[in-house]
């Protein structure tokens, strides 16, 4: 997946919906394979300068229908799981509009693995056989999704984060940089685990888990 995913963006143009560190990440990525950027939608106040010769958006809908006048595809440029799901909506509500997987020339991708649309795959990350990225998710910088794992719609695995054999990951959760879930186990969906965590038991929805092994932090009573 991982060749035909590259050769495809080498030379393509670019829109990237997003304007910050993560936005940054993406323009990185999609340059060193091959792309190039050619639109950034900002917002009003952007944090980062954009690429050169870029065209600045300061509103994702007019991005958007810019980019599919052009022909060109559309990547998610946010951290945040909120500004990336409504950023595929935005995709999802224009005909002819493409947010296909941005994934990085040394990430290595498994033939055998799906990736969903307006999904990342960071420098050096690995996904396994058999494993299953959902749409809008991140897979950061040097993090490990091992064969047959999980990693729901616009969930975020931060850099250096391992999901082991099996693991499951639902919609919208953080695994935290350096963090691992062990096989077979499953994170519920907008579950929070903190940096450096090992997740040996299952997490339910929502909860934040911290600690080796992980265990859930509750709010101090009042």
């Given at each position: ?77 946010t951290g945040s799981s909120t500004a990336r799901s409504a950023g595929l909506q935005r995709v999802d509500a224009v005909a002819g509009a493409a947010a296909p997987p941005v994934l990085a020339a040394s990430a290595t991708v498994s033939a055998s693995a799906q990736v969903g649309r307006g999904a990342f795959v960071g420098e050096h990350a690995h ?96």
């Open positions: 997946m991982q060749s035909d995913e590259v050769s495809e963006g080498r030379g393509r143009a670019w829109v990237v919906l997003g304007g910050g560190g993560h936005a940054a990440s993406v323009t990185a990525v999609i340059t060193a394979a091959g792309g190039r950027v050619v639109g950034v939608s900002v917002g009003p106040a952007p944090r980062r300068e954009q690429p050169p010769a870029a065209r600045r958006f300061d509103d994702d809908d007019l991005a958007v229908h810019w980019a599919v006048s052009q022909g060109h595809a559309l990547a998610l440029g996904v396994g056989p058999g494993a299953m990225i959902g749409a809008g998710a991140v897979v950061n910088t040097a993090a490990v999704v091992e064969h047959d794992a999980v990693v729901g719609d616009l969930a975020h695995c931060a850099p250096r984060s391992t999901l082991l054999g099996g693991a499951q990951v639902g919609a919208s959760c953080l695994i935290g940089s350096g963090a691992t879930v062990l096989p077979s186990v499953s994170v519920g969906a907008g579950a929070v685990v903190g940096a450096g965590a090992v997740v040996v038991h299952p997490v339910a929805a929502g909860a934040t888990v911290v600690g080796v092994p992980a265990v859930e932090r509750r709010a101090p009573s009042r």
